[in-house]
């Protein structure tokens, strides 16, 4: 069991009358992924609710700041217990066995224009045998096609745009892989969070999206850009795509910085710090 302590500073500057906020910077409670403890602060005096979709179980903190600067700190422990699997156990899902909450990640979205894709991944990928193989081999061919660059896209950057430029941050890559996963008919969904174990060199701890893909009746972590380890990633948020999961939503005039994230692992129950790492299994930390 690994158990992660981090923490999340957010800073804006509001213009008059003020601005609403909607956050989604809250760990989420996953039959894997156990919230041990969590402080919120928010520097305004202002009222604000956390509520939880009931399908999702992303976590919204919502509320309405006047003008003028507001932090925004959250601090969470987590224990994340991974389920694994053998990567040759487990196989695709009949179309037919799909449970209804998960077709909708089946579809084209917003970011994910899979119906756009279909000769591609067909042509790269219909010949190969079915199941979590199939799935690492999309990951790996988005790793290899696309390279990592800081502030080389922007919020409209959709995957049909990355099979074209070639470059993105790790938000593009799992929009491309799950645009493919779902051409050729795999479950797949994206995932926000942040992560321990990141490339230092990318530059200081940063807000994550990878790809959970629904293999064997669960839901399996991929981390398409390859910057990250998928035993460190502590989950936020699952959606369609960035659409459904963004970490903060403004609606007012408001200036922000960089967020300051720190994260570390601790002494679990047993007294043991177990370093995120990469392993050979197939990890989950969500059934269906």
Same mark, same amino acid.
């Given at each position: 069991?690994?158990?992660?302590?981090?923490?999340i500073?957010?800073?804006?500057?509001?213009?008059?009358?003020?601005?609403?906020?909607?956050?989604?910077?809250?760990?989420?409670?996953?039959?894997?992924?156990?919230?041990?403890?969590?402080?919120l602060?928010?520097?305004?005096?202002?009222?604000?609710?956390?509520?939880?979709?009931p399908?999702?179980?992303?976590?919204?903190?919502?509320?309405?700041?006047?003008?003028?600067?507001l932090?925004?700190?959250?601090?969470?422990?987590?224990?994340?217990?991974?389920?694994?699997?053998?990567?040759?156990?487990?196989?695709?899902?009949?179309?037919?066995?799909?449970?209804?909450?998960?077709?909708?990640?089946?579809?084209?979205?917003?970011?994910?224009?899979?119906d756009?894709l279909?000769?591609?991944?067909?042509?790269?990928?219909?010949?190969?045998?079915?199941?979590?193989?199939?799935?690492?081999?999309?990951?790996?061919?988005?790793?290899?096609?696309?390279?990592?660059?800081?502030?080389?896209?922007?919020?409209?950057?959709?995957?049909?745009?990355?099979?074209?430029?070639?470059?993105?941050?790790?938000?593009?890559? *799992?929009?491309?892989?799950?645009?493919?996963?779902?051409a050729?008919?795999?479950?797949?969904?994206?995932?926000?969070?942040?992560?321990?174990?990141?490339?230092?060199?990318?530059?200081?701890?940063?807000?994550?999206?990878?790809?959970?893909?629904?293999?064997?009746?669960?839901?399996?972590?991929?981390?398409?850009?390859?910057?990250?380890?998928?035993?460190?990633?502590?989950?936020?948020?699952?959606?369609?795509?960035?659409?459904?999961?963004?970490? *903060?939503?403004?609606?007012?005039?408001?200036?922000?910085?960089?967020?300051?994230?720190?994260?570390?692992?601790?002494?679990?129950?047993?007294?043991?710090?177990?370093?995120?790492?990469?392993?050979?299994?197939?990890?989950?930390?969500?059934?269906?």
């Amino acid at each position: 069991m690994v158990r992660l302590q981090f923490s999340i500073d957010l800073h804006y500057d509001i213009a008059p009358p003020g601005a609403d906020f909607i956050f989604n910077i809250h760990a989420a409670h996953t039959p894997q992924q156990t919230v041990l403890s969590e402080d919120l602060q928010v520097s305004q005096n202002v009222p604000y609710t956390i509520d939880t979709d009931p399908a999702s179980r992303n976590r919204y903190l919502r509320m309405q700041a006047g003008g003028g600067p507001l932090q925004v700190r959250y601090a969470a422990t987590v224990d994340i217990a991974h389920h694994e699997a053998m990567p040759l156990e487990l196989g695709e899902v009949p179309v037919c066995q799909i449970p209804g909450a998960v077709l909708p990640y089946m579809y084209p979205s917003r970011y994910c224009q899979s119906d756009r894709l279909q000769k591609l991944a067909f042509n790269e990928f219909g010949h190969l045998p079915q199941g979590y193989s199939r799935a690492e081999a999309i990951c790996q061919w988005v790793q290899q096609r696309v390279s990592f660059q800081s502030n080389s896209t922007h919020g409209s950057t959709s995957a049909v745009d990355t099979v074209i430029e070639r470059v993105g941050v790790c938000r593009d890559f *799992a929009h491309l892989m799950i645009a493919l996963c779902r051409a050729i008919n795999l479950p797949a969904r994206f995932a926000t969070g942040i992560d321990f174990g990141a490339d230092p060199s990318l530059g200081p701890t940063d807000f994550h999206a990878y790809v959970e893909v629904y293999l064997g009746h669960r839901w399996y972590l991929f981390d398409p850009s390859g910057t990250a380890i998928p035993m460190g990633f502590v989950r936020f948020a699952t959606g369609r795509d960035a659409a459904d999961a963004a970490f *903060a939503m403004m609606f007012g005039t408001v200036s922000s910085g960089a967020p300051v994230i720190q994260i570390q692992p601790v002494a679990n129950a047993h007294g043991e710090v177990v370093m995120p790492q990469r392993v050979n299994s197939a990890l989950s930390t969500d059934s269906a």
